[in-house]
Every structure is written in C-alpha cells, then in structure tokens.
T-cell receptor, first 111, second 112 residues
Framework: IAGITQAPTSQILAAGRRMTLRCTQDMRHNAMYWYRQDLGLGLRLIHYSNTAGTTGKGEVPDGYSVSRANTDDFPLTLASAVPSQTSVYFC??????????FGPGTRLTVL | LAKTTQPISMDSYEGQEVNITCSHNNIATNDYITWYQQFPSQGPRFIIQGYKTKVTNEVASLFIPADRKSSTLSLPRVSLSDTAVYYCLVGDRYSSASKIIFGSGTRLSIRP
C-alpha cells in the first residue's frame, strides 16, 4: 500500500513558468489538502478538498490553483511561479476525522 | 479558530519522560486536540488525539484537564529517534480542513 505519493520529489523552476505538483492517494479518503512549509516554520494550508468535485481556499491560496476530478488525485498548479513560492509542498488526505496522512513532500525552488 | 501556543523548543536526554504542553484557551465545545510529529525532510505523522481526560496509545499519552484549555503530550522514555518537531492542533473533528491550523510546533532535541 503506497498511501500518498507526490511528484516530483524536487524541482528547480524559472520564475514565470507554470508548474503542476502531483498528488495521488490510494486510501479512498474523501478529503485532501495542500500545505506549504517554509524553512524552519510550520505548515500553512494552501487549498483543500472535502470531496471529489469540490475545493476550497486555505490560509495562503494566492498564486495556486487546484482541481479534484476524482477521489485519488489532487494536483496543485502554480500558473506563473515566483521566488516567494520556493518551499516544501506537502499533500495530505484524511477520512474526515482529523487524522491526516501526509505525502513525502515536493521541494520546489523558484529562481 | 482556536489558536494554540507551544514552547518553541525543548531539550531532554535519552530515557527521560518528556512532557510538551500546549495552550488553547479558546477551544470550542466540539474541538478535539491532535498531535503530530515531523522528522526532517518528511511530512507530519499523526501521534494521538483526544477530547478530554487521558488518552494513551503505544507511542504517547495525552493529558487534558477538565477545562480543556491546555493539553500535555507525554513521551515516555525518549530515545534519540524522538528528536523531531511536535505540533498541537485544535479543531472540530468533522469540520472543513480550513479550520485546522498547524502552528510553528515544538522542536524537541534528545541528547545521549
């Protein structure tokens, strides 16, 4: 059982480029989340989805978009990357009862 | 949203019991208290969750006083591998994810 997978593991991206971070879970969880974690800080929620077909904004949604076409996948897109989006991005899922399962993270550097 | 306050960092030694306290003065009636552990370069991992009194699992214990304005995560006989950041979260167990906030956590360092 894989749990949650994220791709890529790391990426260096030129400012202004478009980038999609992939997240897939095989636990059939309804809820999925995207967080960013800046160096030495806690996690901040970017976007979330309580069920397939619905999404919502978290604490820091600007510059990011998400979609939830099915239960398993929850991609995060940066339409035009900026250096301030350099961070580690974690995807998570839950069955709705607060315990979240996290992926291994994607380390993104925007130059 | 119930905000939590934790110590920024703590140090201890192998074999000791470590207690990390979290303050959540504005906790709501339906809120649960959840603790996560995060190792470097990994995503957080669920440790324990509780509503009141005491909860114990194979990893830790969680003590919650009657007023629920604080909680204490207790790690028995820590080892070097318990060095990590520990996050205390407060939120309605069935509410939207937007209600869940990770603070900066407590950086626990265990020495030999």
């Amino acid at each position: 059982i894989a749990g949650i997978t994220q791709a890529p593991t790391s990426q260096i991206l030129a400012a202004g480029r478009r980038m999609t971070l992939r997240c897939t879970q095989d636990m059939r969880h309804n809820a999925m989340y995207w967080y960013r974690q800046d160096l030495g800080l806690g996690l901040r929620l970017i976007h979330y989805s309580n069920t397939a077909g619905t999404t919502g904004k978290g604490e820091v949604p600007d510059g990011y978009s998400v979609s939830r076409a099915n239960t398993d996948d929850f991609p995060l897109t940066l339409a035009s990357a900026v250096p301030s989006q350099t961070s580690v991005y974690f995807c998570a899922s839950s069955d709705g009862e607060n315990e979240q399962f996290f992926g291994p993270g994607t380390r993104l550097t925007v130059l | 949203l119930a905000k939590t306050t934790q110590p920024i960092s703590m140090d201890s030694y192998e074999g000791q019991e470590v207690n990390i306290t979290c303050s959540h003065n504005n906790i709501a009636t339906n809120d649960y208290i959840t603790w996560y552990q995060q190792f470097p370069s990994q995503g957080p991992r669920f440790i324990i969750q509780g509503y009141k009194t005491k909860v114990t699992n194979e990893v830790a214990s969680l003590f919650i006083p009657a007023d629920r304005k604080s909680s204490t995560l207790s790690l028995p006989r820590v080892s070097l591998s318990d060095t990590a950041v520990y996050y205390c979260l407060v939120g309605d167990r069935y509410s939207s994810a937007s209600k869940i906030i990770f603070g900066s956590g407590t950086r626990l360092s265990i020495r030999p």
